[in-house]
């Protein structure tokens, strides 16, 4: 889950919300300390801006306050919490007209905030990630930086294991 690198369990974090549903804001706090890092990584990752991806957290931690009331645990809390993310990453992509074409610049952005020299790799990784579609995007990242499981991920977007395996079986085709 996401909140290893905070040690805060499941249970801690449930608490924590329904202090915060019974009108402790104060609580709220922690759950931005234990989500901030991940959420902020999340929305740089789609929006390719320090700035925007700052901005956008905040934006995202307001809203989950505003909507926490609710909140139910029908998937965990950090999977509400990056739904809340992803769409309103999206909001802002399509409001600066990007489309979905949001990854092509990523390659810049990584070679100016790195000091890693670049390997052959990187341009058949980055080429490959421009041929993604957002859905794909999505999972890519919910997956190899957030850790999610994909039974997290399904049960975080709906979507049904078919369409996976689907996909999956499309890529090996190709």
């Known amino acids: 889950m996401l909140n290893k690198s905070k040690k805060i369990s499941d249970l801690d974090i449930k608490t924590i919300v329904e202090q915060v549903q019974t009108g402790d804001i104060q609580a709220y706090t922690e759950l931005i300390r234990c989500f901030q890092k ?3 990584t ?3 990752y789609l929006l390719s801006s320090k700035e925007e991806a700052e901005d956008a957290s905040q934006d995202i931690f307001i809203k989950g306050l505003e909507n926490i009331s609710n909140f139910s645990y029908m998937v965990s809390f950090s999977a509400w919490l990056y739904k809340i993310a992803h769409h309103h990453c999206i909001d802002l992509i399509k409001k600066k ?6 990854w092509a610049g990523f390659k810049k952005v990584y070679e100016n905030q790195t000091h890693i ?7 058949i990784i980055h080429e490959l990630l421009e041929e993604l579609n957002v859905d794909e995007k999505r999972i890519l990242l919910l997956r190899s930086i957030e850790e999610y499981s994909f039974d997290e991920i399904f049960l975080l977007w709906g979507l049904r294991q078919l369409l996976y395996e689907k996909s999956m079986n499309d890529y090996v085709k190709n």
């Open 38 to 40: 991940p959420i902020y």
């Open 42 to 44: 999340y929305c740089y």
């Open 97 to 102: 007209n990007k489309g979905y074409k949001f």
């Open 117 to 123: 020299q670049e390997s052959r790799y990187d341009n």
